[in-house]
């Protein structure tokens, strides 16, 4: 199958936005035939489009995450775009992904939420600020204790259930973050950040919500997946991050 990213083009034009529907109908018409190369392609176009950053820009321990995930989860392309032709949405299959400023926000919600002067900027949990979150997350509005919003917050970005921000992505130093809800008042998340060559820091935790009169969702407690292992089973995580029988 022939290349399909037009990455020379900026979607800020008709024809550009022409060039780029007949790349994504050219895949969607060829779904069954799509090799390495091709999803390889279409995760490239993705961080594009989303960040403006090309593959040699990204860290490739990054890229390799969200190329296994698009890969096992493809479908359908479809890219949505806002009048001003910025991309508003896009959709791989049942992947949703774009800027985390509104994230799953109806449009009516949006102007409700800036009329009253609230947040609407995605936040996501990192390694040094673990319990700074706010966004939705299965239509549950979900708020840390420290949902400060800073300048960078709006660069923050969405591939499914992973997070990051376009400029903490680059190939010598990224982080990236996974949320899953595991039940109605649990989260699963793990926190990576990576080096050039790799090297990954994990934090692995899981976050208890208390629900507020309002329907809307509050972190209870951050916990290390460790140690909660270590209570369930009677073992403690040692200073080596091992576990031993106390």
Avoid: W
Wanted: glycine residues 4%; negative net charge.
């Amino acid at each position: 199958m022939r290349k399909v990213i037009p990455l020379e083009k900026q979607v800020e034009s008709e024809k550009s936005i022409r060039l780029l529907e007949d790349a994504c109908q050219n895949v969607n018409s060829h779904l069954a035939d799509l090799d390495e190369t091709d999803y390889q392609d279409i995760t490239e176009l993705c961080f594009y489009l989303l960040t403006g950053h090309k593959r040699k820009d990204i860290n490739s321990s990054v890229f390799e995450i969200i190329y296994l995930y698009i890969k096992e989860n493809m479908g359908k392309i479809d890219i949505k775009f806002s009048k001003d032709n910025t991309i508003s949405k896009i959709e791989i299959g049942k992947i949703k992904m774009g800027s985390l400023c509104f994230k799953d926000f109806s449009e009516k919600e949006k102007e409700e939420r800036l009329e009253k002067k609230l947040n609407c900027c995605g936040i996501y949990p990192t390694m040094d600020r673990k319990e700074r979150m706010f966004l939705t997350l299965e239509d549950k509005l979900i708020m840390g204790n420290q949902a400060i919003i800073k300048q960078t917050d709006y660069n923050n970005i969405f591939i499914g259930p992973y997070y990051f921000n376009r400029d903490t992505i680059s190939s010598n130093k990224a982080s990236l973050t996974k949320l899953e809800l595991i039940s109605d008042r649990s989260i699963e998340e793990d926190i990576y950040e990576f080096d050039e060559s790799g090297k990954k820091e994990l934090y692995q935790g899981i976050i208890s919500l208390e629900e507020s009169k309002d329907g809307e969702y509050f972190i209870k407690s951050s916990i290390d997946r460790k140690e909660l292992f270590a209570n369930k089973y009677g073992i403690r995580p040692s200073n080596t991050s091992s576990l031993r029988v106390k």
